[in-house]
């Protein structure tokens, strides 16, 4: 991969574009966490399993932003990372909206929320401009 593939504008936006979207989904992630220390007394909006989930998410979240940007740089081994993370946490997020009684309806909404902005990074991962930057290198 030459510096000049890296620098196409079609490249650095694509790469800005979906880095945007990941920072959404961490700052989501987040904020989902903040509220869920600000209502821990609340029970029946908290319960463990928002605990468990939201920390998984807000971790995976941070690792797509760091190979979001080591992508960016040229690596192609986070790329690779970037495109099976960005599938698999979409995977769970569906399961986790479609599974009824585990999860309060407010964190159902937020994992769709989440899911929409890692969405639509995975398309662009999986675009033709990125795709074809990175399999062209030995």
């Known amino acids: 991969m030459t510096s000049t593939d890296l620098h196409h504008p ?7 574009t979906v880095r945007h ?40 979240a941070a690792v797509t932003l760091l190979l979001t940007v080591r992508a960016a740089r ?11 993370i960005s599938g698999v946490m979409l995977v769970a997020i569906a399961a986790i909206i479609a599974v009824p009684g585990v999860f309060p309806v407010w964190m159902k909404i937020e994992q769709g929320l989440c899911g929409l902005a890692l969405a639509g990074a995975a398309v662009l991962l999986n675009g033709r401009q990125l795709r074809t930057l990175f399999a062209a290198q030995p």
């Open 74 to 84: 040229g690596s192609r081994g986070a790329f690779r990372r970037l495109r099976i």
């Open 10 to 16: 079609d490249t650095r936006r694509a790469f800005r």
């Open 21 to 60: 979207l990941v920072l959404v989904y961490l700052g989501l992630s987040a904020l989902t966490m903040l509220a869920a220390f600000a209502l821990r007394s609340h029970t029946d909006l908290i319960t463990p399993s928002v605990w468990v989930r939201g920390t998984i998410v807000l971790v995976s």
